[in-house]
């Protein structure tokens, strides 16, 4: 049985930073491309950020690059996305993904378990 769960979200005003956790548990975490997606209310479910089982070069949306930074550490089953500079329009439910292989994906298709959602809000 593979759980993924997400931490982190909450409260933020206009410039400031959140770092979200995402666990993973159930199968060889290492094995598998992780990423952030997001959904904005009346909005589809968009693509932020993955990383590859080996970590390396991340993947990043346009709209994250330079302000939004995901990592992983495979001892701890676990990826961070940190996001700086947040802006109002960032506010969204933040999910993680595990992915089908070992490569990141953009589109949802790619991903294989998510998460329940965290609640990010940024203020103006």
């Known amino acids: 049985q593979v759980q993924v769960a997400e931490s982190g979200g909450g409260l933020v005003q206009a410039g400031g930073s959140l770092r979200l956790s995402c666990a993973a548990s159930g199968r060889t975490f290492s094995r598998n491309a992780m990423a952030w997606f997001r959904q904005a209310p009346g909005k589809e479910r968009e693509f932020v950020a993955g990383?590859?089982?080996?970590?390396?070069?991340?993947t990043t949306a346009n709209s994250a690059k330079g302000r939004f930074t995901i990592s992983r550490d495979n001892a701890r089953d676990t990826v961070y996305l940190q996001m700086n500079s947040l802006t109002p329009e960032d506010t969204a439910v933040y999910y993680c993904a595990l992915s089908w292989g070992p490569t990141v994906r953009t589109d949802q298709t790619g991903y294989l378990y998510w998460g329940q959602g965290t609640q990010v809000t940024v203020s103006s």
């Open positions: 990383i590859n089982r080996s970590g390396g070069t991340p």
